[in-house]
């Protein structure tokens, strides 16, 4: 997916550089090439002369797709006292005018321009409620959002938790850089050019070289009797590996003479830990063996075991999802999975149930391991408990979480406890997902 097919998705996204790049005008480029938004309105904290300026820059460079969106749009500033309206009354009192501006404005789309010249370092809970609540109003009237800020201001750390995708302007020679930080959809790239050339803005992303020859599909055996283990790794691996299976010794000597560069051997008809082993090298000695334990812990001496066997790596029967994986990419020299979690969003707070189901649905078409847990036992704190890429949504007594790379050996032996949950709740697996929430 590209990068205008991502924002198209996204109900808020947020892009942040240096002052005077042009994002604003990114985002008005970005909004312009969405036949269905028609009218935009900005929300800028600069002022209205100012704008005004900026607006009518933009609009000179003649683009006729930013053009389209400009006769029509509106735009609305903080007024010049506003440090000392802030001052005297904080931000209590623009709550009731922010929600009326955005339920009557006649708009597709919001652009919230430079929130951070709105708080200063010593205001985070200020910014926090603020935002928190431009969000809440902007989503319950569905409104689309992209926001501007300057790099490094603690607002972008924040918003990161809500966007949908996180962009950074980079200046170049002539033209911008635009690197996808984070993003809740897959990207066909992750960093594009933006230039204007011939009256017309053109975002692209050949100049990176980002365009790589098809990966060639490694041939992976699964020896395992375990039909939920089967599951497993057809839902993770199946696009990125010829998978083949076997259940008994007899399949396994068939099937290894196929030479698969990957074996996966989990426990079958009781045979004695590692002999499998002598057996598959003898058939195929250049397969390299990932043997999966069926003990609770791996020792020291069963590593050595393992390694006098010939495997590749040993793993406990509750192994970690995502060190297994990891182990499998460096096999392989196919980061598949890593690549696609370094540009998962931080910790997401979703702001309604469809947005916690789009993002679920997003996780499981990209084959990203992952489980549901619903409840009414987790306490206001939870956030502080969830790690990188959860996702969490509230709503009245029930709370939602979607706790990527957690199975449910994982989820019962340590998370459990650590939310001090008791047995009143539903937990599904991404295998068992059926793409309904």
Known sequence: MNLI????????????????????????Y???????????????????????????????????????????????CLKENWLEIKASYGFDFIYEDLERIIRNTNCDALILHRPDLMFSKTEYDLARLFLEKFIEIANNNGKKIFITSDTGHFITRFLENYTDISLQMIKKENAREIIIKHSLYPVSSNSYEFIFKNNSFILSNDTNNNTKSPVSKNDMLIISQNNRFRKIHTYIFDRYFNIDFASNLSEVIKKIENKPEIIIYQDIENIPEFDICSTVKKLSPNSSIIFISNKDYIRTEDKIDAIQAKCYEVFSKNFNIEEYILT?????????????????PPQKIATNYENFCKSIKSLYNERIFFSVVESTEFKDEITNKLRTHDIVYKKDDFIYLCLVNVTKEMFEKNIKEKFNLTDEYHFIEAIEWDGKC
């Not at 942040?16 to 994002?23: A, P, Q, T």
């Not at 209205?48 to 053009?67: A, E, G, T, Y």
């Not at 499998?328 to 998962?344: G, V």
């Open 328 to 344: 499998i990419e460096k096999l392989s020299n196919n980061f598949f999975y890593s690549n696609k979690l370094k540009l998962l």
């Open 5 to 28: 097919d991502i924002i198209n998705k996204s109900d808020i996204a947020l892009i942040e550089g240096e002052s005077k790049l042009g994002k604003l005008t990114f985002a008005l």
């Open 30 to 76: 970005a909004y312009s090439q969405n036949e269905k938004i028609e009218k935009i309105t900005i929300l800028s904290s600069i002022q209205k002369k100012l704008m005004q300026k900026r607006l009518q820059s933009i609009k000179n460079l003649n683009d006729k797709n930013i053009n389209r969106i400009l006769e029509n749009i509106e735009f609305l």
